[in-house]
């Protein structure tokens, strides 16, 4: 069954310091695997989209890492700001005769002052 | 350009009764998907339309169903509400479609069941 797993489940760190989130999957056959930052009560926006060829990629002070032999990425942010609170999904889509994509049940992080 | 929106924010309705939910995508968009999030609970794919066809369909009874207009503007519709169906509504667009290519989601409905 495909599945993203993301750990851990909430966060608290005090502002300025840095923070990984994890994101474990079970996805077969992968196509690529996106971070996204929600807002209490907004949409999720897009931070970075990994194909499998892909190591790393940053937005900003957001970077992540994708090892897609141990099907395992994490979400790294540097020198973390109070707007930086925010709950973190992680996704990941397959492509067989159809394709999906499979939401993580997300990361929520508290930045504290 | 102007983003994803969605009308209305909120919506208070009572079982049994059954609700319009709509999306505008960004312009130039042709794909929508529309997402269920309840709390605690990671987004939950309902459907997603391009072109005016439903292309992809996700696990959820057949009181949810959804169209596109041919400006792409998207509805869901629910019938038959029960409490359960209380949650964020998201709607996002992407360029051609949610598989390889980023999408851009609105601000949500809020659906509350009484």
């Known amino acids: 069954k495909n599945q993203v797993e993301q750990s851990p489940q909430s966060l608290i760190i005090l502002e300025g310091k840095n923070c990984t989130l994890q994101c474990n999957y079970t996805v077969s056959p992968f196509s690529n695997l996106r971070w996204y930052k929600q807002d209490t009560g907004r949409g999720p926006v897009s931070l970075t989209i990994m194909t499998f060829s892909e190591n790393t990629k940053s937005n900003g002070r957001y970077t992540a890492t994708l090892d897609a032999d141990t099907k395992q990425s994490s979400l790294h942010i540097t020198a973390s700001q109070l707007s930086d609170s925010a709950s973190y999904i992680c996704?990941?889509?397959?492509?067989?005769?159809?394709?999906?994509?499979?939401w993580g049940a997300g990361t929520k992080l508290i930045i504290k002052p | 350009k102007a983003g994803v929106t969605q009308t209305p924010r909120y919506l208070i309705k009572t079982r049994g009764q059954q609700v319009t939910l709509s999306c505008s995508p960004i312009s130039g968009h042709r794909s929508v998907s529309w997402y269920q999030q309840t709390p605690g609970q990671g987004l939950q794919f309902l459907f997603e339309y391009f072109s005016e066809t439903q292309r992809n369909k996700g696990n959820f009874p057949g009181r949810f169903s959804g169209r596109q207009f041919s400006n792409s503007r998207s509805e869901m519709n629910v019938s038959t509400l029960e409490l359960g169906d209380s949650a964020l509504y998201l709607c996002?667009?992407?360029?051609?479609?949610?598989?390889?290519?980023?999408?851009?989601f609105g601000p949500g409905t809020r659906l509350t069941v009484l």
């Open positions: 996704v990941v889509s397959a492509y067989d005769s159809n394709y999906q994509l499979i």
């Open positions: 996002a667009s992407s360029l051609s479609g949610s598989y390889g290519n980023e999408q851009f």
